[in-house]
């Protein structure tokens, strides 16, 4: 009984240092963010021609809101907008066309954002633009989104990350994805780039070099993550990512639990899949090249999502009330608290003058059984491409 006794005390201590490991990472990074990062300086201050491309898959109402958004933004220089069709209608690709964009129609047998981009670079002139900004098919360009990302390649950047924000916050879901998308902007963009790191990317409202985008495009294959590929590409290269937080997109927020799980399952897959792919190149960076930001995006990797973090540290903190071993309770309130700390702390203040916000947190509970349901989900992720459907929202006045 000893033996045993012994054992499991020692693997809930080491589950106790993982778990306070990831919630120190988080509320550092969450402390740090509330350092002014330095002001972008331009080098070169020319007006670079940008293209802005828009993968859509089978979103046919949606894209036609978003296309004319687009095409009406204001730049003081040259730019065209592309729409890369992954089966949108006939008569859908007519009206884009009519409206002044350009349609780079792509067939796949299995569907995926990284090959639809990759061949929409492969269609494009290789010197018909200098930059290439890429946007999701339910996302809008705020004011002076292209200019200032024109800014940031003066500055001597060629990758750039803007702020994404909700354009919409009319259910408790939807507010809830909200607070979860500007938690993960400030921890992991704006605290990283505070301090000198790169940003991490999100997947839209983002910015390339249009040859290292080419480059990196390369042999990208079915990943559900290629946010994530580019990432630690980027990285390798030890490019560094420049974030824009006060330049935004605004990106529709889920609505309900179905397409919550679908994205989550989506994600889930794609952690697990370059932990595991670049775990032990992580290792062999930081000790070989002395790549700190590679290692870093693999760190990121073995962290736990944030919502199942709170329902395992809750369900540690409830079993330590009556287990005889391992870390007692305090520790495990500790931890708590920390991981409150972090995440209040990361939440910009508007959020908290949003009178729905206590809806949106009831609604953890329903999240953390989400994402449980999304872990035994993930190998449908790696089947079938798991689009997030959309529809035509209006920006949201709330934020």
Same mark, same amino acid.
């Given at each position: ?14 589950i ?29 201050? +020319?007006d ?6 828009i993968?859509a ?9 978003? /296309? ?7 730049y /003081?220089?040259?730019?065209?907008v592309y ?7 006939p ?7 009519? $409206?002044?964009?350009?349609?780079l129609e792509?067939?796949?047998?299995k569907?995926?954002k990284g090959k ?31 200019q ?24 408790s ?13 400030? +921890?992991?963009?704006?605290g ?6 790169? /940003? ?10 249009f ?6 495009l ?7 993550g290629?946010?994530k ?35 989550r399952t ?7 899949e370059?932990?595991?792919k670049?775990?032990f ?8 090249n ?6 870093n995006?693999? =760190? ?6 944030r $919502?199942?973090? +709170?329902?395992?540290l809750?369900?540690?903190f ?6 005889p071993?391992?870390?007692?309770p305090?520790?495990?309130? $500790?931890?708590l608290?920390?991981?409150?700390a972090?995440l209040?702390i ?14 949106? $947190?009831?609604q ?10 999304a872990l035994?989900? +993930? ?13 035509a929202?209006? =920006? /949201?006045?709330?934020?």
């Amino acid at each position: 009984m000893d033996f045993l006794e012994s054992t499991a005390s020692v693997i809930l201590y080491v589950i106790g240092a993982y778990l306070l490991f990831n919630c120190c990472y988080l509320l550092f990074f969450s402390l740090v963010s509330h350092k002014k990062a330095k002001p972008l300086v331009e080098l070169l201050p +020319i007006d670079r021609r940008i293209c802005v491309l828009i993968p859509a898959y089978r979103e046919n109402e949606v894209i036609l809101e978003t /296309s004319k958004a687009a095409v009406n933004h204001a730049y /003081s220089g040259d730019f065209d907008v592309y729409v890369i069709a992954d089966g949108l209608h006939p008569e859908t690709i007519q009206q884009l066309k009519t $409206i002044g964009v350009g349609v780079l129609e792509v067939f796949f047998e299995k569907s995926t954002k990284g090959k639809a981009l990759a061949a929409a670079l492969e269609a494009l002139p290789e010197n018909a633009y200098d930059v290439v900004a890429i946007l999701d098919v339910d996302n809008i360009m705020g004011r002076g989104f292209l200019q200032e990302v024109n800014k940031a390649f003066s500055a001597g950047y060629k990758v750039v990350q803007a702020h994404r924000t909700a354009k919409n916050m009319d259910s408790s879901f939807a507010l809830l994805d909200a607070c979860n998308e500007e938690i993960n902007n400030t +921890i992991y963009r704006k605290g990283h780039y505070a301090i000198g790191m790169s /940003s991490a990317l999100i997947g839209s409202g983002m910015a390339f070099d249009f040859r290292y985008f080419r480059k990196l495009l390369t042999g990208i294959g079915e990943t559900v993550g290629e946010d994530k590929e580019l990432d630690f590409r980027i990285v390798k290269d030890q490019e560094k990512i420049c974030y824009l937080n006060d330049v935004f997109v605004y990106d529709e927020k889920i609505e309900n639990a179905k397409v919550f799980t679908q994205q989550r399952t989506r994600w889930i897959a794609a952690q697990i899949e370059f932990l595991k792919k670049y775990a032990f190149e992580g290792l062999v960076q930081l000790f070989r090249n002395g790549n700190y930001e590679f290692f870093n995006k693999v =760190v990121q990797a073995f962290l736990v999502p944030r $919502i199942l973090l +709170i329902g395992v540290l809750g369900y540690f903190f409830l079993a330590s009330l009556v287990l005889p071993v391992g870390p007692s309770p305090k520790f495990w309130a $500790i931890l708590l608290v920390m991981l409150s700390a972090a995440l209040f702390i990361a939440l910009p203040a508007r959020f908290y003058r949003n009178k729905q916000l206590w809806k949106a $947190i009831v609604q953890l509970p329903y999240a953390l059984f989400c994402m449980v349901k999304a872990l035994f989900q +993930i190998k449908k992720a790696k089947t079938s491409f798991l689009s997030t459907p959309h529809t035509a929202k209006a =920006v /949201s006045n709330e934020i």
